[in-house]
């Protein structure tokens, strides 16, 4: 038995299939997210678990380093999954599914940050973590 013919049965509308592809598209790009977060989030912990305990800074190196190349691979896997969303939008055009075809059925963020507003919620974000250490 191929892969295709594990995979379960799939209508053959158009939308349907665009709308499950792109559903399971962004639950990827949500899932990447949240684990470039929570590896941020570990990493940034490091120094402040060491200082704690007065732990020396050799003592916790590997760990960062490890924690860092973790995120590091993490953004790797998320610049691929960005790739992928730009190789299915030219296929969306290709096939005929304008963006606004989609409708309201799929929870895609309507709203795009400028930069200012990314670096804004990055500094607000950091400025309440500090506040709780």
Known sequence: MNVLERLEPMSNDLHEVAHTLASRLYAAE??????????????????????????????????MEEASAGIATLCKARRHLVATHAALTKAQIR?????????GFIDKPRHRASARQVGEAIRATSYKSTENT
């Open 30 to 63: 949500e899932a990447i997210d949240s684990a470039v977060q929570a590896a941020a989030d570990l990493a940034s912990f490091l120094p402040i678990a060491g200082r704690s305990v007065g732990a020396s800074a050799f003592l916790g190196q590997d760990a």
């Open 95 to 103: 096939i005929g599914l304008r963006e606004e075809s989609f409708g």
